[in-house]
Nanobody, 119 residues
Framework: QVQLVESGGGLVQAGGSLRLSCAAS????????MGWFRQAPGKEREFVAG????????YYADSVKGRFTISRENAKNTGYLQMNSLKPEDTAVYYC????????????WGQGTQVTVST
């Protein structure tokens, strides 16, 4: 079991930046791949970014590529999502998730943190 807690959300103007954190506890965080997802009101949850257990491999949704950066510090049991050049359409609840095998999905989820981007 891995417990995940997100933080760092808030209200920001378009063009601004935020950094989300995902603190993990329980089993060894470094054993898990990590992902960030988001869900806007009235929309389905969507994948944003993912990172391998070592941090050596990252991948992004096209909508955030070049603006968002996913990273992790296994020694601190923490993952991050740096979000730059934010747009109003990035407004959503952001969730971090962990998986020992992303081919089977993400079984562990945080409670989410709200990100609101104003015009």
């Amino acid at each position: 079991q891995v417990q995940l807690v997100e933080s760092g959300g808030g209200l920001v103007q378009a063009g601004g930046s935020l950094r989300l954190s995902c603190a993990a506890s329980g089993r060894t965080f470094s054993s898990y791949a990590m992902g960030w997802f988001r869900q806007a009101p009235g929309k389905e949850r969507e994948f944003v970014a993912g990172i391998s257990w070592s941090g050596g491999y990252t991948y992004y949704a096209d909508s955030v590529k070049g603006r968002f950066t996913i990273s992790r510090e296994n020694a601190k049991n923490t993952g991050y999502l740096q979000m730059n050049s934010l747009k109003p359409e990035d407004t959503a609840v952001y969730y971090c998730a962990a998986s020992s095998d992303v081919r089977t999905g993400y079984p562990y989820w945080g409670q989410g943190t709200q990100v609101t981007v104003s015009t």
